[in-house]
């Protein structure tokens, strides 16, 4: 089975600014990409993400918009070039590393990459107590090799918050990588009583019907 992760679509934070509400204003165009967005119409947002930076060249929450859509689009090098540009303009949005990292560089394979954006995120930010993203780092320590760094991230996780099953089957994945078949599988059986299906979809279902039947 292909080594996969999944990560709730974080929604794009509006705009804190203040702008004029005419039909050619910055916030205008913004307002409407993030609408489209809400309708999954990512192609029209980018279109209006791109006026609301055409009018202000320095709107950061603008070029974020942009680049959740075109990772979604799968335009990982667009995605990422817009995504620093965000983070440039912006560098107290803690929204922008984390996506960064989850949405085009765990997606694409920068498995360090992504790390590494983590780590801003956990020092930087002081998100030490952010569950999730040691799950999501651990993945990236499994998808590396590195299973010891893979097991204290996903383990520091479930310290944090005991009910995340995709931590639960993160540890899995390492469990089965080194060998260690029953409790990889006890892993699988807490994620899916946990309601992984339900949130991520069936890939617990299948590792549990390739793996753990006797």
């Known amino acids: 089975?292909?080594?996969?992760?999944?990560?709730?679509?974080?929604?794009?934070?509006?705009?804190?600014?203040?702008?004029?509400?005419?039909?050619?204003?910055?916030?205008?165009?913004?307002?409407?990409?993030?609408?489209?967005?809400?309708?999954?119409?990512?192609?029209?947002?980018?279109?209006?993400?791109?006026?609301?930076?055409?009018?202000?060249?320095?709107?950061?929450?603008?070029?974020?918009?942009?680049?959740?859509?075109?990772?979604?689009?799968?335009?990982?090098?667009?995605?990422?070039?817009?995504?620093?540009?965000?983070?440039?303009?912006?560098?107290?949005?803690?929204?922008?590393?984390?996506?960064?990292?989850?949405?085009?560089?765990?997606?694409?394979?920068?498995?360090?990459?992504?790390?590494?954006?983590y780590n801003i995120y956990i020092d930087r930010f002081k998100r030490k107590d952010d569950a999730f993203v040691y799950s999501n780092m651990g993945f990236c320590n499994y998808m590396l090799n590195d299973f010891e760094g893979a097991m204290s991230n996903i383990n520091k996780s479930l310290e944090l918050n005991a009910n995340n099953p995709m931590a639960y089957k993160n540890r899995a994945l390492v469990y089965f990588a080194t060998g260690n078949k029953e409790n990889a599988c006890n892993d699988l059986h807490k994620s899916q009583e946990l309601g992984f299906t339900k949130k991520f979809g069936n890939e617990v279902d299948e590792l549990i019907s390739e793996k753990c039947k006797n």
Request: proline share 3%; net charge positive.
């Open 1 to 117: 089975m292909k080594k996969t992760n999944h990560i709730p679509v974080i929604l794009i934070v509006a705009s804190l600014f203040v702008f004029s509400c005419s039909q050619n204003s910055p916030s205008h165009y913004f307002k409407n990409g993030n609408a489209k967005y809400s309708l999954k119409d990512y192609q029209g947002a980018i279109n209006d993400y791109k006026k609301a930076i055409k009018l202000k060249p320095e709107y950061a929450d603008a070029w974020y918009g942009k680049a959740i859509c075109e990772s979604i689009l799968s335009k990982y090098d667009d995605a990422l070039t817009d995504f620093n540009k965000a983070a440039e303009i912006d560098p107290s949005n803690k929204d922008i590393i984390f996506n960064r990292a989850y949405y085009v560089k765990q997606k694409t394979g920068d498995y360090k990459g992504a790390i590494e954006d």
